[in-house]
Structures are given as structure tokens and as C-alpha cells.
């Protein structure tokens, strides 16, 4: 039956570090393994476009790598592009924008490595970049969801989800306080104008982590270009004096160092010390060039010279951080803020974190704040609720305040495969209470933000345990869960790599900052979506 049909073309995109994709590689063949089954089963045939290589893994982990792959596709032939990993987009963005074929991205519903975030990291690159692309996910490749979709996405090129969680904000909905303070923190904004320090822009083929210039600029924000060999020249003048403090600074909050004896394999105090080091250099350089918000890329040049920068990124997120001075030791840098953090240069979290702090310290909430990937979810095993709960998970650190404070904060090490220089991860697992989340995209050459409500619980131990070592456990969580989306929907409207979350003090107040930033980022000239509903269920629509 197969026979008669042109095989689907296979393409499996990786990270640029051989490391990871020599470990990762096992997860990767067993997902082929059951999607060749399923593609099968529905009487057609699989093909991959490239071959397992010598070094042990068959991901094209370059973009020059994923140029020869694409010459050798048929144009027009049906694409799946699958990941059970963390991939850097611009290894396959190339071929993918001039293809012709129908493509579709899979991910495996797998918490083991970071590959549902790879799939919606491409996928959101690909509809900043305007491309039609379907997509779909899967616990084993077997269930009637999948098999439903793969079916029509085989017979017609495309899958449709339906996305009736959705409404595009119309003003009118929003209550009239939330309203005046969202325009008048918008014409603030783009009145007195803001810097956006970014070192090192376009992390790992994050091509939808880059907002144009030309959609930032009528916001009143505009991007200080940095680099992050001057963030590594200026971590060489920080005395070691500074560096001591800043580290004591730590320790004495009660925050827990888990020191090993093995550079390789362990994290140890010198990779603390260079953190340290890191995070005074960050917020001096921030201070010389007037930033409001920085964002490190760090993975890639970075992580051969020093220590992951996690524990600076999420130190910087956190209010009470170790006290910086300027050079010549007379000035506090900052004094008593936090200076929003946007990890692997996300633009897009970076654009948001700046708006959450305007608007939080206004209405005095907590103005802490981070992304998140959305790395995976799970119903509870542990009866607490019947909810489905998400696994919100970064790559090394979340603010200190999400995670009850410092005492309640952990350093691991880096997985080795990633960092080959260690470094602490800020890790814990987040507080409960009511959360705004929130994710800024680029489509139609225009930015969009999509908004929704939702709680942190609080889980037991056991269950904390599982989620934990489901993913990356040296990093840290959140159970997050939506209000009015369920997983399917979530993943389906997903087009931004991370989710941005931030927390205010009960429901009521959660919900006017929630209006607020409605308001703040219509005002901007932000296409606002709001998504799911209330607390109570209601929809958001009625309110107002
Ligand atoms: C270390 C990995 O490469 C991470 O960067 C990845 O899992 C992400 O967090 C992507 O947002």
C-alpha cells in the first residue's frame, strides 16, 4: 500500500554542542522509531533526509549542515520535522522557508529533554517568518488525537487545532482604572524612552527571540547592542575583594551550594566565584549604558570561556541581590531593584519583563519576574487537584522571590553536556499563589501578546520529586496551571519560546494587573490576546 506513495521526508534539527546531541541521541531514535510506526500504519512510508553521522547522532546541529540536508529534498516533497530535543532553529530555518511541500513539526510529550520547547521554539521562528507550517505532539505516537491529525495532515497537508480559548482583546473590555494606568505607562514609556541591553543577539538560532528594530522602536524602546566579550573583559577588573563579598552575600541569605570535587562533573566554589564576578560586570555595564533590562546570551561563546551565567540571570530578576557598587566603590548600582533578566536573549520576555515592572511597582506587586520554558506537563499524581498542571521550567534560574526567598534556593551544577565550564543553576521550586503569564510573539510583521491567568500550586514532595527527574532536575519549577486552557490548546496557540510569569498578592490584584497590561500593551500598539478565562471560569469578556 505504502509503496505507491512518495515517501515523507524526515529532518531532525539538534544543538550545536556535540555533547548534547551524542547524549540525547537515544531519546531521539526511539521517537523516530514510534513515528515511523504511526506514518506506517496509515499506509504511508517515512524517509530521513540525513544519515546518523560517525559522531554518534543523526541531528543536523549546523545551519551549514542543514543547507546540504535541504538541497537534497525534493521541494515539494511532505516534510516532518521531529524532536525529542533542544534544537537551535537556524540549523533548518533556511530550507524550511523555501520549501514548498507541507511540512509539520512533532515533538514527543516528553519532559527527558528540552524537545516539546525545540518544536515550539521552531515554531515560532517559522511564523515570525511567515511560513505555513502544522503541527502536532504526542505522549507514544498511538493516541486518537495524534493519529487523527497525522492522518489529515497525510491526506491534506495540513492539521487545523482549534483555538476557541482565544479572544482578541477589543478596549472596551477593559475596566476604566486598568485602562487610564495601562495608556499612561505607555505613553511614559515611549515619551521618556528605554534601553534594552542585549549581549549578543540571535541565541542559539533563537530567530523569533529577535524583535526588528522597527516594531520595538515605536514602543519607545531601543536596543543597546553589547557584547559579551566586553561583558568578559569587564568581569576581569572586578577585584576578587568584590567578588568574596558578593559571594558571603549568598551564604549568608542561607542559599545551598551543593560543592562537589570534580571541575568536570561537580560544581565548585571557583565557578561561584566567576559567577559572582559575572554579575557585578553585568550590572556595572548596565549602568554605563543606561539599561533597564539586559539579556545575556550565554550558551554559546560564553560557555567555553566561563561559567554558566544562570545564577547571574536570576539573581539580577531577584529584588534583594548582593549590593554593587561602581568601580570606584562609591555609588550603589541599582540600589533596592531588580534588573529584569531576559535569558538566552529572549527579546520578546525581555520587552515583557520591562512592562511587568512598571506596571507591578505601580500597583505595588511583586515586580519579580521570569520566563519559563514550557518544558512539559502532567496530570497530578498526587490527588492535590484536578487541574492539569504544567512543568515551567528555565534553564538554571528563576528569582529568588518566586522560589520563597534565598534560603529556600539551591546551586547544582550545570549539566556538563551543555556548560563544559559548571556553574550554579538558581533552582527551587516556585511558591504558590495567583500568577499572570503571559508570552510576546512576532507574526505578520507585527508583535502580539497573548495573556492568561493562572496559579502556582503548591504539590507535595513525591510529586515535586517525579516532575523533577521527568526533566532537568538541577533546574527550576513552577506547577503552573492555566485558567481556561487545557494542554492542547496551550501548545497549539504556542508561537513564542517561553512563557513570562509573575505573581500578585490574591486574585483581585492578579486580575488588575492582568488588566493593566492588557491596557499597557494595546496602548503600545500591541495586538493583545486574551486567553482562557477568570479564575471562576468566567470569561474575561463580560468583566468590564
Ligand atoms: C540548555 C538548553 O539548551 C536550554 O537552553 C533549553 O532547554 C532552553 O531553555 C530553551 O529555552
Redesign the pocket.
Known amino acids: 500500500m505504502s509503496t505507491q506513495r512518495p515517501p515523507v521526508q524526515l529532518v531532525a534539527s539538534g544543538?550545536s554542542?556535540l555533547s548534547?546531541n551524542q547524549k540525547c541521541w537515544p531519546a531521539q531514535n526511539a521517537l523516530e522509531e514510534a513515528l515511523n510506526n504511526a506514518v506506517e500504519k496509515l499506509g504511508y512510508s517515512v524517509q530521513r533526509a540525513h544519515l546518523v553521522t560517525d559522531q554518534g547522532h543523526g541531528f543536523i546541529d549546523s545551519q551549514k549542515r542543514g543547507m546540504e540536508v535541504f538541497r537534497t529534498i525534493a521541494p515539494d516533497a511532505p516534510l516532518i520535522v521531529a524532536e525529542a530535543v533542544?534544537q537551535y532553529s537556524h540549523h533548518v530555518l533556511a530550507g524550511l522557508l523555501s520549501h514548498q511541500g507541507p511540512i509539520l513539526t512533532v515533538a514527543n510529550w516528553s519532559g527527558q529533554?528540552?524537545g516539546l520547547?525545540?518544536m515550539l521554539?521552531l515554531n515560532g521562528s517559522l511564523t515570525k517568518a511567515g511560513a505555513e507550517y502544522s503541527t502536532l505532539w504526542s505522549e507514544d505516537f498511538t493516541d486518537d488525537f495524534f493519529l487523527g491529525h497525522l492522518k489529515t495532515w497525510l491526506e491534506t497537508g495540513t492539521v487545523h487545532h482549534t483555538t476557541d480559548h482565544v479572544a482578541s482583546l477589543e478596549p472596551k473590555w477593559i475596566p476604566q482604572l486598568a485602562s487610564q494606568t495601562g495608556k499612561r505607562l505607555a505613553d511614559e514609556l515611549r515619551q521618556d524612552k528605554a534601553i534594552m541591553g542585549v549581549f549578543d543577539e540571535g541565541c542559539?538560532g533563537?530567530f523569533n527571540a529577535i524583535i526588528p528594530d522597527h516594531l520595538l522602536h515605536p514602543l519607545g524602546v531601543f536596543k543597546e547592542r553589547l557584547s559579551q566579550s566586553a561583558l568578559y573583559a569587564e568581569m576581569r577588573e572586578v577585584s576578587d575583594d568584590d567578588t568574596n563579598k558578593a559571594f558571603q552575600w549568598y551564604r549568608d541569605q542561607g542559599m545551598k551550594f551543593h560543592f562537589g570535587e570534580s571541575d568536570v562533573e561537580d560544581l565548585t566554589p571557583n565557578q561561584v566565584l566567576e559567577q559572582c564576578r559575572m554579575y557585578i560586570a553585568a550590572v556595572r555595564l548596565a549602568d554605563q549604558f543606561g539599561c533597564e533590562t539586559i539579556g545575556i546570551q550565554y550558551?554559546q561563546g560564553l560557555k567555553d570561556l566561563t561559567p554558566a551565567s544562570d545564577l547571574v540571570e536570576g539573581t539580577l530578576n531577584s529584588t534583594s541581590r548582593p549590593p554593587v557598587f561602581d568601580r570606584h566603590g562609591s555609588k550603589e548600582l541599582y540600589a533596592g531593584q531588580a534588573i529584569p533578566h531576559f535569558?538566552?536573549v529572549?527579546e520578546c520576555a525581555g520587552l515583557d519583563a520591562m512592562m511587568i515592572h512598571r506596571i507591578h511597582r505601580i500597583l505595588r506587586q511583586p515586580v519579580e519576574t521570569t520566563?519559563h520554558?514550557l518544558?512539559w506537563g502532567s496530570p497530578d499524581q498526587s490527588g492535590t487537584t484536578t487541574q492539569y498542571v504544567w512543568v515551567f521550567?528555565?534553564?538554571?534560574s528563576a528569582p529568588a522571590e518566586h522560589l520563597g526567598g534565598w534560603n529556600q534556593c539551591h546551586g547544582y551544577r550545570?549539566?556538563p553536556m551543555?556548560?563544559p565550564k559548571g556553574g550554579s543553576t538558581l533552582s527551587g521550586v516556585s511558591r504558590p499563589g495567583e500568577i499572570i503569564w503571559s508570552r510576546i510573539y512576532i507574526a505578520d510583521n507585527a508583535l502580539y501578546m497573548d495573556l492568561g491567568r493562572g496559579e502556582s500550586l503548591a504539590l507535595p514532595p513525591e510529586e515535586t520529586k517525579r516532575r523533577l527527574e521527568g526533566t532537568?532536575a538541577v533546574?527550576p519549577i513552577m506547577h503552573g496551571v492555566t485558567y481556561g486552557v487545557s494542554r492542547d490548546q496551550m501548545m497549539a496557540k504556542h508561537k513564542a519560546?517561553?512563557v513570562q510569569v509573575a505573581y500578585a498578592e490574591d486574585v483581585a490584584a492578579a486580575d488588575q494587573a492582568f488588566w493593566t497590561r492588557a491596557a499597557m500593551a494595546t496602548a503600545l500598539g500591541i495586538r493583545v490576546n486574551l486567553c482562557g478565562t477568570q479564575k471562576d471560569g468566567s470569561s474575561w469578556h463580560k468583566k468590564g
Do not use: C
Not at 521550567?393 to 538554571?396: H, R
Open positions: 544543538d554542542r548534547a533542544w529533554w528540552p520547547v525545540g521554539n542559539m533563537m550558551q535569558n538566552e529572549d520566563l520554558d518544558r521550567e528555565i534553564s538554571g550545570q549539566p551543555y556548560f532537568t533546574w519560546n517561553h
